[in-house]
């Protein structure tokens, strides 16, 4: 099946900095999606993208789905304590069997 | 509107033991995934009812899991003898899936019920 590796694995935010991820794969993808898990709890559903080149926001959130339609980068802005968590990027391989990748640990710097 | 209703929460059993989870999916949701969480990993699909038939389930351990999805509603997944690396959390999550592609992937995920198999 399909893998989707998603980078870095883990980073330090501290409380006003700009964060970027991404999330890369061997075939192309129609729709990519980017979720983001609390402990405790299941993964929640931030962004979903449908084109290739677009641009997508959420507040402080950005998305955007890859030219090549092979990956797509997650960006948030001004990052606040409750932005730490883990975030999986997904996406659909055929019969819209969603996979996921590892996902991105995003931890405070104390 | 009502989310993915997951229940148990919680579950510690023993190896051998046997041990079931149910799934409310959100209204008119066609289709419905299990995925098995382990501690660090992201979410590995088990498998994927389309109503109540089965589009993938390449990845269930079928002599020990088996699920289904009666009146393609609610789903249950089982678990029988269970052993120590079933420790996971289980998730639950529907979509439209009226189509291919677009909203109709968009799957939003219940709470979990984290399985501990001692």
């Known amino acids: 099946g399909q893998q989707l590796n998603q980078s870095p694995q883990s980073m330090f935010i501290q409380e006003g900095e700009d964060v970027s991820m991404n999330c890369t794969s061997s075939s192309i993808f129609n729709t990519w999606l980017w979720y983001k898990q609390d402990p405790g709890e299941g993964p929640v559903l931030l962004i979903a993208?449908?084109?290739?080149?677009e641009l997508t926001s959420n507040g402080r959130l950005t998305a955007q789905f890859g030219i090549t339609r092979k990956d797509s980068f997650l960006n948030i802005s001004a990052s606040i304590p409750s932005d730490v968590g883990i975030y999986f990027c997904?996406?659909?391989?055929?019969?819209?069997?969603?996979?996921f990748g590892a996902g991105t640990i995003l931890r405070v710097k104390s | 509107e009502a989310g993915v209703a997951q229940s148990p929460r919680y579950k510690i059993i023993e190896k051998r033991q046997s041990v079931a989870f149910w799934c409310n999916p959100i209204s008119g949701h066609a289709t419905l995934y299990w995925y098995q969480q382990i501690l660090g990993q992201g979410p590995k699909l088990l498998i994927q009812?389309?109503?109540?038939?089965?589009?993938?389930d390449s990845q269930l351990p079928k002599d020990r899991f088996s699920a289904e999805r009666l009146k393609g509603v609610d789903s249950t997944l089982k678990i029988q003898p269970a052993k120590l690396e079933d420790s996971a959390v289980y998730l639950c999550?529907?979509?439209?899936?009226?189509?291919?592609?677009?909203?109709?992937?968009?799957?939003?995920f219940g709470q979990g019920t984290r399985l501990t198999v001692v």
């Open positions: 993208l449908y084109k290739a080149g």
């Open positions: 999550a529907s979509s439209l899936g009226q189509g291919a592609g677009g909203a109709n992937t968009e799957a939003f």
């Open positions: 997904a996406g659909p391989e055929y019969g819209n069997k969603l996979v």
């Open positions: 009812f389309q109503n109540n038939g089965v589009v993938d």
